[in-house]
């Protein structure tokens, strides 16, 4: 990316939401790091020296079980960290699934690495060392479950709830 503020949205579809392995596969190969770390609640990719080949099949993986279609809420880039931040709803369904699809919040973590551009050496290029997915549980299960995302919900709401009762009662004690 040569602009990672106006670039990384477009980055984002054509790696989870793209139809076809060849464009998936040409996308994470211009913009990840050959030695880039992925973090999923599902999966995780340490840094090696070819670490994008095992996060190229783990992206392939997920685009034959289910047609990912990403829709991008905000994105926030700070310059100084060379950190992209993507707010996003991604509808995953596994293809064999019988529920019917449901959304589900994300928030993507870039950490990327500026490189010389290939070929010119004269301007800089910003590939992607780090790739961090977060989901809150909820979501999570709507990814994969959808008729159980509110019985999740419904669990942490009860944690809640437990917390304050808790904290109420250790007060009382003096705590």
């Known amino acids: 990316m040569e602009d990672p503020a106006k670039e990384i949205d477009t980055v984002v579809r054509l790696v989870t939401g793209a139809m076809d ?25 340490a840094s090696a020296p070819d670490s994008r080949a095992e996060l190229l099949a783990i992206l392939d993986y997920y685009r034959i ?43 993507i973590r ?4 500026p490189v010389p551009t290939p070929g010119e050496g004269t301007g800089t290029v910003y590939l992607i060392a780090e790739h961090e997915d977060f ?3 909820d979501e999570l299960m709507a990814l994969f479950v959808p008729p159980l ?7 942490l709401r009860v944690g809640a709830w437990a917390c304050g009762l808790n904290a109420r009662v250790l007060e009382a004690l003096g705590f």
Do not use: C
């Open 21 to 45: 392995p060849e464009s998936q596969n040409a996308a994470a190969l211009k913009y990840y790091a050959p030695d880039v770390t992925f973090r999923h609640p599902l999966s995780v990719v």
């Open 65 to 107: 079980i289910s047609p990912v279609i990403v829709h991008i809420v905000h994105v926030a880039y700070a310059a100084d960290t060379l950190t992209a931040y993507v707010d996003a709803t991604q509808t995953f369904h596994i293809r064999w699934s019988p529920f019917k699809p449901a959304p589900a919040r994300f928030f």
């Open 135 to 137: 989901y809150h549980p």
């Open 149 to 155: 995302a509110p019985l999740i919900r419904w669990g």
């Open 110 to 113: 870039f950490k990327l690495r």
